[in-house]
């Protein structure tokens, strides 16, 4: 990957509803030129999805939940199980295997508490494999981004 891939990442990142041609021009390259190298970084996985982000408050999903999970079996089918149900559940934005005492943090963005206490329900209170879980609700964001940094020079 050379600057002007991690220049079209940058830029995409930031925008992705530009057309080639904008993109081109901003990246200096030709139109063709720069619609290879997307689809380049496509084929390769570098560049994974392109999306629109909508506002949770708008939507009625303004309750963020960052939830801990401690799993009392640590083998990888016992893991796999929830991990399954994790990548399933639409309101889990984001589920990571992290170290340190908790063994998963789930991201979570509901309606409501009633929402919450049943996908708590579903996914940890009736699965053997979760020792405990503890919930932290978001009160204020400071930053969101989903841009990763892009060395372009």
């Known amino acids: ?20 041609a ?10 063709s030129s720069c619609l290879r190298r997307v689809q380049r ?6 560049l994974r999805k392109i999306v ?3 506002d949770a408050d708008q939507l009625g999903r303004g309750l963020t939940a960052i939830v801990e999970v401690i799993l009392d079996h ?6 796999q199980d929830i991990v399954t149900r994790l990548r399933q559940e639409p309101a889990v934005l984001q589920a990571w295997s992290v170290t340190g005492e908790p063994d998963l943090v789930v991201v979570m963005q509901l309606k409501d508490m009633k929402e919450y206490r049943a996908l708590c329900d ?7 494999t979760v020792s405990r879980f503890r919930t932290h609700f978001a009160m204020d964001c400071y930053k969101n981004e989903t841009a990763i940094a892009v060395d372009v020079d």
């Open 1 to 20: 990957m050379d600057r002007i891939d991690r220049r079209i990442l940058a830029e995409l990142q930031e925008d992705a509803s530009l057309t080639n």
């Open 22 to 31: 904008e993109l081109a021009q901003r990246v200096a390259l030709s139109p």
């Open 41 to 46: 970084l496509r084929e390769s996985g570098a």
């Open 52 to 54: 629109a982000l909508a």
């Open 74 to 79: 640590h083998g990888a089918a016992q893991r």
């Open 122 to 128: 579903r996914l940890f209170h009736h699965d053997p």
